[in-house]
């Protein structure tokens, strides 16, 4: 899945026109599993000045990067930060509404 389907997916199933805070989270809950795309990518091409070719057409590809990436999207992560997120509301710790 990438960004655009991760977007399109959270903010269709959470969104709510009448809580901009929860419209908030949904999107930035689908915008953080590619946040390290975004940031290895952002390094390699601003800071360590490698060509856009190097970066997209190997290094994106490389072993190390698709690493990353199956753990950013990985269901068990993902899953183990919502029952974080539900054991810690359910605390009273914090609230969306």
């Not at 290094?59 to 183990?80: K, P, R």
């Not at 509301?89 to 609230?95: E, I, L």
């Amino acid at each position: 899945m990438n960004t655009p389907a991760h977007l399109i997916l959270g903010l269709a199933a959470f969104s709510n026109a009448k809580q901009r805070k929860v419209t908030a989270a949904a999107a930035a809950g689908a915008l953080l599993p590619d946040l390290s795309l975004y940031v290895m990518a952002g390094v390699s091409l601003t800071i360590l000045q490698i060509p856009p070719d190097i970066v997209f057409g190997q290094m994106y590809f490389s072993e190390a990067w698709q690493t990353v990436f199956a753990i950013d999207n990985s269901f068990l992560l993902w899953g183990l930060v919502l029952a974080f997120a539900l054991w810690w509301q359910g605390r009273g710790c914090c609230t969306l509404r």
